[in-house]
């Protein structure tokens, strides 16, 4: 029912939905964000969606070429692996696994990051002292050998390449939420709030952390597809899911040998990253400058 | 002969489809060797005109005028050499908040030396050139009043306090020895003492040089005292215009009169504890423009007719634009 | 100035004792027996095992055995390999110099090709040739770097047949190894064909250096390219501009400077990334560096090697992020003590 609006400049949007708009203007963005909410779709209903089972093995049918080939099938949409698995299938429950575990790891570190790096900005301010200096060198360790550092103590699989890649998201979260909180603790609006009586968690859930949701969308985004490589990248170098769970990278590395025989074994799952990274990617980047145009206007 | 003659400028700000008349057909006229006032509240359009005259407007605005050259060259299509040429050789700007305008990651001795054009520098070899950049830089210096050159020289933007800031920028618009300084609200925020200071050593540079000056304000206790003509700008049009003794003893438009008396000092007959006397509401904001006469809403003697932008007329050359002007009472 | 050095030796000293003290750790975390864990040795004899025991101060208190792992560790008595016997600190010696050879080699050509092409798009943003640069910039930071090095495999090497799939250099040439940098030790060797050898091991090195250094080139393209459109939106520009200096003027000394300063941070943040994308690719080139080596101790439940090894890359890319901390320290003069500046 569209709403009769005589005045135009009554028309005030609230700062998300003036983010939303300026989203929305651009193509790219929600292309990218159709993209995204597809392939999450069809990820997440892959036990609804999928024609065969990922594990079931047909002797008949291995290595079979995808459909768009000469002598593909029906059936097996994209082909069939070397123990005669319907690529397709395995591609979806692939990469709900992906998906799912890469959303799951960034909300965990972006509560225990966030938590964190509250607390240090708001209890002593952006202060350049040695802790959190040294913190933030602690950052640069490359999730890859935080993940074979667990993987060796507790052993391979999907929920300790979860917590690997989860333990080097957080400095991030930290890193950013303490500077961003410093950085708010120090202007007027807050000060006005402290004089009104507020104590610190009032002050950080009522009056910081509105404002900082913005930024932790964009962080989140970032992080997204930093966790969907990180997780394919582990999956790949067999630090990560065990069969039978599948995971897109594993399915990647467990077809290498035979990727000059049937390159499509290799190239499909890389391509179902590569769009959701690309995907993530464009709606963050979108998010981004719908950001700027906002605070700049 | 006028440096720069500006007659009918309109500045249009493309916004949701339509067009914001930001500058209506402004008029503005400064000689060799004048002091001219540019006179306005905020949001007035004042920085806009001198945008314009740089030419840093965005591309998506659209400029028209009627005129608008310097020293008879046309400023509106000119070629991106000869703009270049000339806003390093005779058109100097000094801006508002002199620590955003310098490069802060650039020494200010440095920058001070890059903007002396290559005609100034003797010397064939380039340390020759250098030694004369910065000989003609320690000299510009001190005609700023930094007697200190040494560090000044040395230091980042950061380091420097706010006057020593403006100073600096005042002397990278000497060394280019401009025929015209324009100074956009230079003296905003500064204390009494830097004020006078600044305005002293605009109106020597006025004097012993004959550099025209625009001066951009809204400070009309620091522009009457060196002024020789002023502008008046409310809201993206000129209202009034001429010889400051004429504005400020016999004004014609009744925001000009409303300016001057807003100033206490300049009416020596105020009874003490009296109100001072201003024109209620404030400066309409670029959504909500009036139409007619954009003081209309705001103004005394307002009526029909105000619907309607009001011409210009002159008394030889106190020029204004006002339905009912203020001498009209005197018949 | 002196305080500032202080305060990154003081850093640089506590890191280093943090990552030991991490390594320390894990030396008990890891499963097995912590003697073989320590040393490597699986000890044959009570004899053995008393010997190995009082160097590594197992049976003794906690704080004696990590000063004891301290002093072991920085006189360079590392243990022994757990599945190859060999001694550590010649195997990481051995494999460090390939990794460190790949990831300058990559990262000398992302900037070298990053930084350029980030400005042009920055400069000349928001037309056609910016949009397809961000275009490019964006796919190419979305490929996993691990399929990317596939299909130059596929392509590349199975297919067309121009460039070798695996290893530094061809067997063919026998190069002693001096530095460990193979470039260089072929010039520093008494071969032959000097340039047939240079020419052979640039083949082996492209596909690995382009996996890699086209995903960090593409992030530098976008940090430059937003870096540079921020700078250009500046005050001091339009100032410089209405001062009548040239754009190449205000290009090289005002734009570039101020656009390089503010990302030096978060270019630390990308020698992480390279780093990682780099011992990816080892395993699919079958590179011999460390992370290839790595990856196999961990296959093989090597704990002492996995130990050390991450002990070693640690400290070198903390020591990599701290020089590059104090290189924008050392660089930015907005980041300068004020010294006489009044509000």
């Keep these: ?118 607390i240090a900005g708001m209890l002593r301010g952006v202060s350049s002292s040695v802790v959190n200096h040294l913190l933030d060198s602690l950052m640069a360790i490359p999730t890859l050998l935080i993940a074979i550092v667990i993987v060796a103590i507790m052993g391979s699989g999907l929920v300790n390449s979860m917590w690997a890649i989860t333990l080097a998201l957080i400095p991030q979260f930290v890193h950013y939420t303490r500077n961003y909180v410093g950085e708010e603790m120090k202007k007027d609006y807050i000060r006005a709030s402290q004089l009104d009586g507020s104590t610190k ?31 394919s990248a582990l999956g790949f170098l067999n630090l990560g899911a065990h069969p039978p769970s599948v995971e897109l990278g594993a399915l990647l590395a467990s077809s290498i040998d035979i990727a000059y025989l049937a390159p499509w074994n290799v190239m499909l799952p890389g391509l179902c990253i590569f769009f959701l990274v690309l995907s993530i990617n464009i709606v963050g980047d979108g998010l981004r400058s719908a950001i700027r145009k906002r605070v700049k206007n | 002969m006028a440096l720069l003659d500006i007659k009918n400028l309109t500045l249009e700000i493309p916004h949701e489809g339509d067009y914001i008349r930001a500058l209506d057909k402004v008029n503005l006229s400064v000689n060799e060797g004048e002091v001219r006032a540019l006179v306005g509240e905020s949001g007035s359009g004042k920085s806009l005109i001198v945008s314009a005259v740089s030419g840093s407007i965005p591309k998506h605005w659209r400029i028209t005028a009627d005129r608008m050259t310097w020293n008879g060259e046309s ?39 890059e903007s002396i ?81 600044i305005l002293k050593l605009l109106t020597r540079l006025n004097k012993t040089r004959s550099v025209a000056i625009l001066f951009v304000s809204h400070d009309l206790l620091a522009i009457s005292s060196m002024a020789d003509t002023m502008t008046v700008l409310y809201c993206g049009q000129t209202v009034e215009s001429g010889k400051m003794k004429h504005l400020r003893k016999r004004p014609l438009h009744p925001y000009t009169k409303a300016l001057i008396d807003s100033a206490p000092s300049f009416r020596n007959d105020l009874p003490p504890k009296s109100m001072l006397p201003n024109l209620g509401g404030s400066i309409p904001t670029l959504q909500h423009l009036p139409i007619g006469c954009r003081l209309g809403p705001r103004c005394p003697r307002a009526q029909k007719a105000c619907v309607n932008v009001p011409g210009i007329r002159h008394i030889h050359d106190h020029t204004y634009s006002c339905h009912y002007p203020l001498h009209r009472d005197k018949r | 100035m002196m305080i500032s050095f202080f305060r990154y030796g003081t850093l640089f000293v506590l890191t280093l004792f943090s990552l030991v003290s991490l390594s320390f750790l894990l030396a008990h975390l890891f499963p097995g027996d912590l003697l073989t864990n320590l040393s490597g040795v699986a000890p044959k004899d009570e004899k053995e095992r008393q010997l190995l025991a009082t ?32 001694p550590l600190y010649d195997e990481i010696r051995r494999t460090l110099p390939a990794t460190i050879e790949l990831s300058f080699y990559s990262a000398v050509v992302a900037v070298v090709i990053g930084v350029p092409i980030g400005c042009l798009a920055g400069l000349k943003s928001y037309t056609k040739l910016d949009y397809t640069i961000n275009a490019v910039a964006i796919v190419n930071y979305s490929l996993p770097v691990f399929w990317l090095g596939l299909a130059f495999i596929l392509v590349f090497s199975l297919q067309l047949n121009w460039l070798p799939l695996s290893g530094r250099i061809s067997l063919l040439f026998d190069i002693p190894t001096v530095t460990g940098f193979i470039l260089i030790d072929i010039l520093l060797s008494n071969s032959l064909n000097k340039g047939e050898a240079i020419a052979n091991a640039i083949a082996h090195l492209a596909m690995p250096v382009l996996a890699v250094s086209l995903i960090s080139g593409a992030a530098l393209v976008r940090l430059l390219r937003r870096s540079v459109i921020d700078i250009l939106d500046k005050p001091y520009i339009a100032s410089a501009r209405s001062r009548g200096l040239s754009s190449s003027r205000i290009f090289f000394d005002h734009v570039l400077r101020n656009a390089l300063l503010p990302i030096l941070p978060l270019l630390a943040i990308q020698i992480t990334t390279l780093m990682t994308n780099a011992i990816i690719v080892e395993t699919l080139f079958s590179w011999p560096g460390i992370g290839d080596w790595l990856l ?31 290189l924008n320290r050392l660089v930015d003069p907005r980041k300068r003590m004020p010294t006489n500046a009044t509000t």
């Design chain 2, 75 to 113: 400023l509106l299509n000119l070629s991106k050499s000869r703009r270049l040429q000339i806003m390093n050789e005779d058109i100097a700007i000094v801006f508002q908040n002199p620590l955003s305008s310098l490069d802060p990651s650039v020494t200010l001795g440095e920058q001070i030396q």
């Design chain 3, 55 to 86: 160097l590594w101060a197992v049976d003794q208190s906690v704080f004696f055995r990590f000063f004891r792992y301290c002093s072991l560790i920085f006189s360079g008595e590392w243990g022994v390999s757990i599945s190859s016997g060999l």
């Design chain 1, 1 to 118: 029912m569209p709403r009769l609006n005589l005045y135009q400049e009554e028309f005030h949007p609230s700062p998300w939905q003036q983010t939303w708009l300026a989203f929305k203007a651009s193509h790219i963005a929600l292309a990218g964000l159709m993209v995204l909410a597809s392939i999450s779709l069809l990820a997440l209903l892959a036990p609804v969606i999928a024609p065969h089972s990922p594990l079931l093995q047909n002797p008949d049918v291995l290595l079979l070429p995808p459909v768009w080939d000469p002598s593909g099938s029906l059936t097996y949409l994209l082909g069939t692996d070397a123990l005669g698995r319907d690529i397709f299938s395995r591609l979806l429950y692939a990469a709900r696994t992906t998906l799912i575990t890469s959303v799951i790891v960034v909300v965990v570190a972006m509560l225990i990051g966030v938590t964190i790096g509250a």
């Design chain 1, 201 to 231: 968690r009032q002050l950080f859930f009522y009056s910081i952390l509105p404002n900082m949701l913005e930024m932790l969308v964009v962080q989140g985004t970032l992080a997204l597809s930093i966790a969907v490589l990180d997780i």
């Design chain 3, 296 to 326: 196999q101790a961990i296959y093989q439940g090597d704990y002492t090697a996995i130990r050390m090894g991450m002990l070693v890359v640690a400290a070198l890319i903390v020591s990599l992020t701290i020089f590059v901390d104090i």
């Design chain 2, 117 to 197: 054009p290559s005609r100034l520098v003797d010397g064939k070899w380039f340390w020759q050139r250098n030694a004369s950049r910065r000989q003609t830089t320690i000299k510009t210096l001190h005609k700023v009043g930094i007697r200190a050159h040494g560090d000044v020289m040395r230091a980042y933007p950061h380091e420097m306090p706010y006057d020593v800031g403006q100073r600096v920028m005042l002397a990278m618009a000497l060394v280019a020895q401009p025929k015209i300084i324009i100074a956009d609200d230079p003296t905003r925020g500064m204390e009494t003492t830097t004020k006078t200071q």
